[in-house]
């Protein structure tokens, strides 16, 4: 599932950048990372289970193309942990890995030195790894979890120039699971990212 996604996306993303009619054409490329504070939503028939946060690291790559004046098409990859802990059982926790492509619009609602945007999108995510720490014993929960997640995501991004081509750029994302990742389990993603990361533009002249 995740692959027939991934590309139907990849692929809508090339016909947006080759379609623009715009003579100078200007690319952001970069890289972010930061803390990731994450759960699960229990929808399943799971009694006495009570979730809180746990703090996770991200880390990723971006590629940036604008189509519209103040409006731009944002490709993420990155690595992301996820986990929780179980407040009944002190001692048990939940760790999940996930590497994940998510494209955003990102829309600029200020746009001066200081660049302030809305970020939207999806993300789809594969499961590299999940176990459970019970009172210190590591156990391999990777088989009774989906590969596959799919989230919606939206949040905000300061960008600040710090050199001629170079800016920095500091962002908090919301993300809320659309699938169930367990099997009969009825758990949901539910992550707020906070990163920092820069952006470095690229420049060419395109063929109209």
């Known amino acids: 599932m995740l692959t027939k996604y991934s590309t139907k996306i990849i692929s809508l993303l090339f016909v947006l950048v080759f379609a623009s009619t715009i003579s ?12 990731n504070f994450s759960t699960f939503t229990i929808t399943g028939p799971t009694p006495n289970v009570t979730l809180t946060r746990k703090i996770g690291f991200s880390i990723g790559a971006i590629a940036e193309y604008p189509i519209l004046n103040n409006l731009s098409i944002r490709l993420n990859v990155g690595y992301l942990q996820r ?19 998510s494209p955003y619009l ?26 459970d720490n019970d009172f210190g014993i590591d156990r391999n929960i990777k088989d009774y979890y989906k590969l596959s997640n799919i989230a919606s995501n939206f949040g905000l991004e300061i960008e600040k120039k710090i050199w001629a081509k170079t800016s920095l750029i500091f ?35 395109t063929l109209i």
């Open 171 to 205: 962002n908090g994302i919301y993300s809320v699971g659309m699938k169930d990742i367990s099997y009969g389990g009825g758990q949901k993603t539910s992550d707020f990212n906070i990163n920092i990361g820069f952006l470095y533009n690229l420049y060419w002249v």
């Open 83 to 101: 986990g929780a802990q179980n407040t009944i059982e002190n001692d048990n926790t939940l760790f999940f890995n996930y590497v994940e492509l």
């Open 106 to 131: 990102t829309y600029n609602v200020i746009n001066s030195e200081i660049i302030a945007k809305i970020i939207v999108g999806l993300s789809f995510g594969h499961l590299i790894n999940a176990k």
């Open 24 to 35: 100078i054409a200007q690319i952001k490329i970069g890289l972010n990372g930061g803390a």
